[in-house]
């Protein structure tokens, strides 16, 4: 059975963030990662902290692509059950 409501589409600029990002964090991980055997120079304190920023970065782009904080998800939130209780 199908549901009722419209699936909405992703609109062309929040996947063009989500790409970018994921990207930069993919970059962020590979920079950070490449210091760490010594096949880059620089502080092994920045490579972890650029590990930690390339992980958050694929995490803020796998979030923003598959729109589940956006309320493209078409599950129900909060603000539904408060609106419901005001009879609105």
């Known amino acids: 059975m199908q549901s ?3 699936k909405l589409k ?4 929040v996947a063009i ?3 970018v990002a994921a990207a930069g964090g ?6 950070g990662a490449s210091v760490l ?3 880059a120079s620089g502080p092994f ?3 972890i902290i ?3 920023f390339g992980i958050l970065g694929l995490a803020l782009g796998a979030g923003f692509y598959t729109g589940a904080m956006m309320g493209l998800d078409g599950g129900h939130h909060n603000l539904c059950h408060l609106d419901r209780a005001r009879n609105i």
Do not use: C
């Not at 992703?10 to 600029?13: L, S, T």
């Not at 993919?26 to 920079?31: K, N, T, V, W, Y």
């Open 17 to 19: 963030i989500a790409i």
């Open 26 to 31: 993919l970059l962020s991980l590979f920079g």
């Open 4 to 6: 009722s409501a419209p």
């Open 37 to 39: 055997p010594g096949m």
């Open 50 to 52: 650029v590990i930690i």
């Open 45 to 47: 304190a920045l490579a």
């Open 10 to 13: 992703r609109p062309v600029g």
